[in-house]
């Protein structure tokens, strides 16, 4: 078959009719290929076609798939009764020669070495799918078995793109060769090799095999090349210590060594860092090396921030050396604090925006691993923390936030020094006046209602409360209420119902009861969160059934709200959340947001740690019932009635069944 006009329009009829949906012109179009691939010179000409930029991309990869397949049954005889006749040696040094694109090109070369990143993007994270040497690879299939590569990356590169996923998207398999002898007579060696720095693509192509076939090398190997993977990342090749770096990543499900070891602001490098500092066991002379010398690179990295990915990683390194090492030995904490403080304040200092989130969620780390009294050191940190201007950008907020809780939970009596406290409450009082930072709001009002005595909030409570009912005035957002309610249901667990009822009656007469009515009885189905749950149930029972705290639910003339209250907590303790929540989407305030940029990234590894504040009380389901056994044996016959009156007809089923469980009887 000879390539010209005619055969270039004949294929691409035949394999354009090959996808017709219309049976009888694909059963032609099937036939015609086949009688053509009896004639010589027909894979060469398919090969060609393939390689015509001008034909349509759909004929194109139908004649990839019959090229593949007119390979794979041609090449060579399956057995000596095979009927097709095999392709002539000839021809298939002609198509060997056509598919040269497999090999590294002298662009690919001179990628690796001056742009290592964009090296990187296209190879390892897969973005040059549709690149000449993948297509040449994917036409290579058909061959693959046969034809003996002489170049050892390029058979690497072959095995590695002829590789197939499993669910999970894990690169686990492949036909084309035994993955452990190939490993063991090819990659091994290379691994093993004293220069790591010669032949670096070579490398590269090892090290991404031992990266995507992890999973099918047996442990015991995996563990004695480990050490040699630790010799690549001190590689002069960007790409060959990246590789190394992403690869030992990868491998950390078997704990080994890993070594700190600089690559200027290389991501995989840093994230390889991390995950060893995540399950390596330190020691304390290593910990204080290790914090000096990621110290260094963060006061480096200060000058001029450029790669966000890496500062992200250095930082969680930090946290997480800071994390392991300090809950083992809180001895270590001044010493870290020594190692840290330097580079946390140039960041402050020097006006290192970008960074400021991060410093403050490491400085909360710090406070929280704290015994009070804190060191007088932090103070100054305080005093940035209450300044006004430091609560003027958005992407801080939720930082200082944590920051200071951290000094609320650590340092209550500092606060009532120097005007804190009210400083603090104008913080609250910015933050609640914004739909965008009203949680947070909350998150400080929680935690001073939490950490100070009542007598210390007592002359600022009612100023609170008016401040609270002046935005439920405004807006009525879902994630508001549920706010608010959790910090009433945390003032009465505190601090007691009857103060709750007499410092919001103070602002207004009878507000409590208003409040109750049409704020926390309709809401509190939709709290979620295990701590939450068992607070506002438990918060709600005390209101409805500790008669020396809370007369104001017990007076006759409240017998409506009280069974409807009973009511809102039956439903929040025996209804699956799905079936009582409605969360509703809230409209973002565009206008806060115009400009702005830089937003808040956690650091996982400094994250705060959930408080229950009811820890001694494991069930709210069985404080219910026995509390109301309890009310009810000092009323006979009054809380059935209310019950029957009141509470849903599911309700009163699902309340029985608790009463049978924990064996409790309303009377």
Known sequence: MEW????????????????????EPRRLAESSL?????????????????????????????????????????????????????????????????????????????????????????????????????????????????????DKDCAIYLVVSLAT??????????????????????????????????????????????TMFRNQ?????????????????????????????????????????????????????????????????ISSEVAGTCISGLTSILMEVCKNPKNPIFNHYLFESVAILVRRTCERDPSLISAFEAGLFPSLQLILANDVTEFFPYAFQLLAQLVELNRPPIPPSYMQIFEILLSPESWKKASNVPALVRL???????????????????????????????????????????????????????????????ILFGQLQKWRAVKFLKSFLILMSLFVVKHGS?????????????????????????NLKLITGAIELKLTAVASTRLICFIGESPALLDAANVELWGKMLDSIVTLLSRPEQDRVEEEQEMPDIAENVGYTATFVRLYNAGKKEEDP??????????LVASLARLSSQSPGRYPQIINQYLDPANQAALLQLCNTYNCQIV
């Open 165 to 210: 996923k499993k669910a999970g998207g894990s690169l686990v398999s492949t036909d084309l060769v035994d993955v452990q002898s190939f490993f063991a007579s090819v990659i091994v060696p290379e691994l093993k090799g004293q220069d790591v720095n010669g032949f670096p693509m070579l490398k590269a192509g090892a090290l991404k095999f031992f």
């Open 498 to 522: 009857m103060k709750l009822v007499d410092s919001m009656n103070s602002v207004q007469a009878n507000i409590f009861s208003v409040i109750v009515k049409q704020f926390w009885i309709p």
């Open 614 to 623: 009811l820890k001694d009380i494991k069930d709210p389901k069985e404080v």
């Open 404 to 466: 200071l809780q951290a000094f609320l939970q650590k340092a209550p009596h500092e606060l009532l020094q120097e005007g804190r406290l009210i400083k603090v409450l104008e913080i609250f009082n910015t933050l609640i006046s914004s739909p965008s930072t009203a949680e947070q709001g909350f998150y400080v009002l929680n935690t001073v209602i939490e950490s100070l005595e009542y007598d210390v909030i007592e002359p600022n409570i009612r100023n609170i409360w008016a």
């Open 34 to 150: 086949s009688k053509a691939a009896d004639t010589p010179n027909y894979g060469l000409a398919v090969l060609r076609l393939v390689s015509e930029p001008s034909v349509d991309e759909q004929i194109r990869q139908a004649a990839s798939v019959n090229f593949k397949n007119h390979l794979r049954a041609r090449w060579a005889p399956a057995s000596p009764d095979e009927s097709n006749p095999v392709i002539p040696d000839p021809e298939k040094a002609e198509i060997k020669a056509l598919i040269p694109n497999v090999r590294l090109r002298e662009e690919d070369e001179e990628l690796f070495e001056m742009n290592y990143v964009e090296f990187i993007r296209r190879d390892i994270e897969g973005s040059d799918l549709d690149t000449r040497r993948r297509i040449a690879c994917e036409l290579l299939k058909g061959i693959a078995t046969n034809y003996k590569q002489q």
């Open 217 to 281: 090398i047996s442990k015991d190997v995996t563990v004695q090349i480990f050490r040699d993977l630790v010799r690549f990342l001190v590689a002069e090749s960007n790409v060959v210590h990246s590789y190394a770096a992403s690869c030992i990543e990868k491998l950390l499900l078997v704990k080994d060594e890993g070594e700190d070891l600089e690559s200027e602001e290389n991501q995989y490098i840093m994230k390889c860092i991390m995950r060893v500092l995540g399950v390596a066991e």
């Open 4 to 23: 010209n006009p005619e055969t270039l329009q004949f294929l691409s009829q035949c394999f354009l009719h090959t996808l017709s949906p219309a049976p």
